[in-house]
């Protein structure tokens, strides 16, 4: 045996390193607790989670999970940082949104730490024409500004440029984007542009503008549409590519068409899929800037996805844009905008812009993330997912580009389809809540005021839809609160408890979250004639429903009930349904304020 030096860290010294052939075993042995038969391979599979793209997770990494060499910080492929430094040098660039002209907003950002402002104009967000009065006070030489125009992206960038003139801004100090994204646009409007004007754009910028970009690469509309990780990514290469492709073709060098992009992709509370998304995306852009001779990084811009934003208990998406931020720094994303936690309900006020921009400074300057260059670099879990990402992404950007690229798939409806059909995969997961969220479908709280909001100004549509998680749980409690403000009462649902406490707690618990995830009251005390209830669910052990469960279901029907429903599986005589962990909660929620005559 070998001895080591007394230093005081030999605690498990003296007993052997364990095997993986030793933890599959162990894991075996659980399964087979649990009833299933399945050794090596197959035990660790089992515990294995499937996500979207084909993409497995599974239980334990270890140093046979091997992956493509993510190089060094700042060398290609870049999976590791765009630069050597990484966001050592004063953390990532806090990007905060504006989309409308709300007094001392934007000012407030800049002083209590935002570094740079994303300015929403034109049809959805600030006038153009106001341009200039929502930038007063603003040292255009510090803070880089990326506009986000749309149809009137040429208009926006030739005030913006007015702008640096009459303030004496040199053109060498000018830094932002002037967010040209023509096939963006297409994708949230289906409407398509003429890209000669942003090739103009991009000329002026490569010619005078050093610190300028002239195009943004806008992943947010598949994001939005519903799209996975890889159709994201691959969405953004196609675009990219196009981009490219016409950028030259209007005279410009390939490598001055590849520094007049910026890519924007969403950050989620998926922690380690956002870390993995972000390295893919820097690696197969280099792929792509390799191939076409360019050489380079990809310049990111992550933003806290809108899709994970929830409209019912919004206190709680403080804690899923805390998560998807430190996700995004530990990616390594250049610039980071997190969205207000009241996001989805309308113009956010003080207090949620100032908790949105503090959140990315408690992770710099706090948390000292930004201090650690590629944090995630040499998890066997991450550089594993990371290449399996990109892979998915690769395959479905060649797919794009065999019909035809990205313009030709958003106008044949093809990328619609696609985006379509996994979120409609996603959708039965929300609705069997295998995809919980907090305050929604789980742990909602019936009894919380609304937090009330200014509506902000109607984004573009008619493009690609716009998804949000909790869509289908917010139809429901809209039907609750119709109801709640027509009558003075909720709809309600009488639990019928069976024997002591021991054997009903966690039964009537589970079904008491997912009545009032459908805005339907649940009713504990008293009998079930004085509960103003016209549905039961019974709630107890197995053991008890089979001695009790038909005679109880007897006595509710003959108190009046209409409807009885028993939380668990089984079969039993005199039980209408069953609720149960993996039931679609959203159909017999539906159903359920269907027969009360909820509308």
């Not at 040292?139 to 960038?157: M, N, Q, S, W």
């Not at 998926?270 to 990084?297: I, M, N, Y």
């Not at 929300?430 to 009330?452: D, Q, Y």
């Amino acid at each position: 045996m070998t001895v080591l030096p007394d230093d005081g860290l030999s605690l498990a010294a003296e007993f052997p390193d364990a095997t993986h052939e030793q933890w599959q075993r162990l894991v075996e042995g659980v399964l087979r607790k649990s009833g299933k038969e399945v050794s090596g391979a197959a035990a660790e599979d089992a515990l294995s989670t499937t996500l979207e793209d084909g993409l497995r997770t599974r239980p334990l990494y270890t140093a046979r999970d091997d992956a493509p060499d993510p190089g060094l910080p700042g060398f290609a492929p870049y999976v590791r940082g765009s630069r050597p430094e990484g966001n050592t040098a004063g953390g990532w660039d806090v990007r905060q949104r504006h989309t409308a002209r709300t007094e001392h907003a934007v000012l407030a950002d800049l002083e209590n730490g935002g570094t740079s402002l994303w300015l929403v104009l034109g049809e959805g967000g600030i006038p153009v024409a106001e341009l200039g009065p929502a930038l007063e006070g603003v040292y255009l030489d510090l803070a880089a500004v990326v506009l986000d125009a749309g149809r009137d992206t040429e208009e926006a960038a030739e005030a913006l440029l007015r702008l640096y003139a009459d303030k004496g801004v040199d053109a060498a100090a000018a830094r932002g984007n002037l967010g040209g994204d023509p096939l963006g646009h297409e994708a949230r409007t289906g409407t398509a542009l003429d890209f000669a004007p942003y090739a103009a754009l991009a000329a002026r910028c490569a010619e005078r503008y050093p610190g300028l970009r002239a195009l943004t690469v806008d992943a947010l509309p598949y994001h939005e549409a519903g799209g996975s990780a890889a159709q994201e990514l691959g969405a953004s290469l196609a675009t990219g590519v196009a981009y490219l492709r016409d950028l030259t073709e209007a005279g410009l060098s390939i490598e001055q068409a590849a520094a007049q992009l910026e890519f924007r992709y969403a950050a989620t509370a998926d922690q380690f899929l956002t870390v993995a998304k972000l390295r893919a995306a820097r690696r197969l852009w280099s792929r792509v800037a390799e191939v076409c001779g360019a050489p380079g990084a990809q310049v990111q811009h992550a933003v806290t996805s809108p899709v994970m934003m929830a409209r019912r208990d919004p206190w709680v998406n403080m804690l899923r844009t805390t998560v998807a931020t430190l996700a995004a720094g530990v990616g390594g994303a250049d610039s980071v905008t997190v969205l207000p936690f009241d996001h989805a309900l309308g113009l956010p006020d003080a207090f949620a812009r100032r908790i949105a921009r503090n959140t990315s400074t408690i992770l710099i300057e706090e948390s000292h993330l930004a201090r650690v260059i590629d944090p995630a670099g040499g998890s066997w879990y991450v550089e594993r997912l990371t290449d399996e990402l990109a892979g998915a992404a690769w395959e479905f950007f060649r797919t794009i580009e065999r019909d035809g690229g990205q313009a030709a798939v958003l106008r044949s409806g093809r990328l619609r389809t696609d985006l379509a059909t996994t979120w409609a995969e996603r959708s039965k997961k929300l609705a069997k809540r295998r995809e919980p969220i907090t305050g929604v479908s789980e742990f909602p709280l019936l009894t919380e005021k609304p937090v009330e909001r200014e509506p902000a100004p109607e984004p573009p549509s008619g493009g690609l839809p716009r998804v949000r998680r909790d869509e289908a749980y917010e139809e429901l409690r809209a039907r609750s609160d119709a109801h709640l403000a027509a009558t003075g009462a909720r709809p309600r649902i009488f639990l019928a408890t069976l024997g002591p406490a021991a054997a009903y707690t966690a039964r009537a618990t589970f079904a008491a979250n997912l009545f009032q995830a459908g805005g339907i009251e649940p009713v504990t005390e008293g009998g079930f004639e004085d509960s103003g209830a016209t549905e039961a669910v019974l709630c107890s052990s197995d053991a008890l429903y089979a001695e009790q469960a038909e005679q109880a279901a007897e006595s509710l029907r003959a108190a009046g009930a209409r409807h009885v429903f028993l939380a668990g599986r089984g079969d039993h005589a005199g039980i209408d349904s069953y609720v149960f962990a993996g039931c679609d909660a959203v159909d017999v929620l539906s159903a359920t304020l269907d027969r009360m005559g909820v509308s």
